[in-house]
T-cell receptor
């Protein structure tokens, strides 16, 4: 079975540019999460969707960040305009919230570098 | 508020044991443990839902003391493959999605 698929794997951009990260969750999973990982702040939950609806976006840093989930098989995280402090690895994860293991399945991450 | 993990780093020889602790200032319903190897995604190890219950994964087990709001991960007879950063996630709900992760404990197992 295919796991969580993220793209791009690596992105280098200049400050002020728009960045769009993409995620395809595992089929049948109805919860999707975006995390950001940095050395300074560790693994932070940015936003969480359930059945395509944003449930908790309290972790989104500021208005420059936005996330959408137009259908059960696709989500985007957009940063506009990007800043150097946004440099991080962004992970997408999915889960079956009616399962009994509580397991999150992570994608391989998108490493963003903002110059 | 994120849980606090200790120690921050540990170095072992193959075959030695290690304990990683995770504590929270908030009441917990669940604790989740993940392992992340360098440059890779975190991988789920186990979830603990009930106070005092222990679960196991190969030679890795964990306990959850709900009263003390603490969990400990036990790595027995460590193998080289155990090297990585271990994260605990603590949350108010039974599934991992709302978890807040600790800063991680880096485990290095040497031959």
């Amino acid at each position: 079975d295919a796991g969580v698929i993220q793209s791009p794997r690596h992105e280098v951009t200049e400050m002020g540019q728009e960045v769009t990260l993409r995620c395809k969750p595992i089929s049948g999973h109805n919860s999707l999460f975006w995390y950001r990982q940095t050395m300074m702040r560790g693994l932070e939950l940015l936003i969480y969707f359930n059945n395509n609806v944003p449930i908790d976006d309290s972790g989104m840093p500021e208005d420059r960040f936005s996330a959408k989930m137009p259908n059960a098989s696709f989500s985007t995280l957009k940063i506009q305009p990007s800043e150097p402090r946004d440099s991080a690895v962004y992970f997408c994860a999915s889960s079956r919230d009616r399962g009994n293991t509580g397991e999150l399945f992570f994608g391989e991450g998108s490493r963003l570098t903002v110059l | 508020q994120q849980p606090v993990q200790s120690p921050q780093a540990v170095i072992l020889r193959e075959g030695e044991d290690a304990v990683i602790n995770c504590s929270s200032s908030k009441a917990l319903y669940s604790v989740h443990w993940y392992r992340q190897k360098h440059g890779e995604a975190p991988v789920f190890l186990m979830i603990l839902l009930k106070g005092g219950e222990q679960k196991g994964h190969e030679k890795i087990s964990a306990s959850f003391n709900e009263k003390k709001q603490q969990s400990s991960l036990y790595l027995t007879a460590s193998q080289l493959s155990y090297s990585g950063t271990y994260f605990c996630g603590t949350g108010p709900q039974w599934y991992a999605g709302k978890s807040t992760f600790g800063d991680g404990t880096t485990l290095t197992v040497k031959p």
